[in-house]
């Protein structure tokens, strides 16, 4: 791997990985790393060109983001482990399943998409928009390069197929607001495609686990209690 990854680490117990949004980084989980460290070993990750983990030379896909944090979970000898992801993190994680369904004993997906088709209009336009723009300029400046990057992962990833979903044999959640900027048909899609897959539907908007932690935060312990403890 051309980069190392940044990462943060509280507790002990089963690894239990954070993959946070576009645009952001591991300290969107703040509320959920103080929440879960109490039971398992917490890492919120930083994924490629955020936050404090550099851009690198590699492709900036989300298919190279799975390898990143592959590369990652070899570094620190994890060889099993729950992950939960937000948004591009959840569509991160859709990614990592498909290729290492071995290591997973739990997903969680919070907000996530199989295309940019699953976003709202009224959010999805103005993000095309940006990328267009930022795409023009990205020859002159770093940062239209970095914002043609950041935004063009919203304008042409995931692509994940439904039939693919099926793929998917790792006991998951999938979970979102009722005013998320995913299209909730396109949310039931996705658990329904994924066998046995539970969908929670919670009050908020998309970025519930921040803005909701104590909901989001009992949501995911119930899921995580049943799949693992019962």
């Known amino acids: 791997m051309d980069i190392r990854l940044y990462y943060q680490?509280?507790?002990?117990?089963?690894?239990?990985?954070l993959l946070h949004g576009n645009g952001e980084d591991g300290s969107y989980?703040?509320?959920?790393?103080?929440?879960?460290?109490?039971?398992?070993?917490?890492i919120?990750?930083?994924t490629r060109g955020h936050g404090k983990s550099p851009r690198g030379t590699a492709s900036f896909t989300m298919a190279q983001?799975?390898?990143?944090l592959k590369g990652l979970l070899d570094e620190l000898g994890i060889e099993s482990l729950i992950l939960l992801g937000f948004s591009d993190g959840a569509n991160i994680a859709m990614k990592f399943a498909l290729r290492y369904p071995e290591m997973l004993r739990a997903l969680i997906l919070n907000g996530g998409n199989r295309n940019?088709?699953?976003?709202k209009g009224r959010v999805q336009l103005p993000i095309e928009i940006g990328y267009r723009i930022a795409k023009l300029f990205a020859g002159k400046s770093l940062d239209a390069r970095r914002n043609m990057e950041i935004l063009g992962l919203m304008v042409h990833e995931p692509n994940i197929k439904p039939q693919e979903l099926g793929a998917i044999r790792t006991p998951t959640l999938v979970i979102?607001?009722?005013?998320?900027?995913v299209k909730t048909a396109h949310t039931r899609e996705i658990a329904a495609r994924i066998p046995n897959a539970r969908l929670?539907?919670?009050p908020g908007n998309h970025f519930i686990a921040a803005k909701e932690p104590d909901r989001f935060n009992r949501e995911v312990e119930r899921f995580l209690e049943t799949v693992l403890y019962s």
């Open 44 to 46: 919120a990750v930083d």
């Open 65 to 68: 983001f799975a390898e990143d």
């Open 9 to 17: 680490e509280r507790g002990e117990g089963v690894p239990l990985v």
């Open 116 to 119: 940019a088709r699953g976003i």
């Open 200 to 202: 929670a539907i919670l």
């Open 176 to 181: 979102a607001g009722t005013r998320d900027m």
């Open 29 to 42: 989980f703040s509320q959920q790393m103080e929440y879960f460290s109490r039971q398992y070993r917490v």
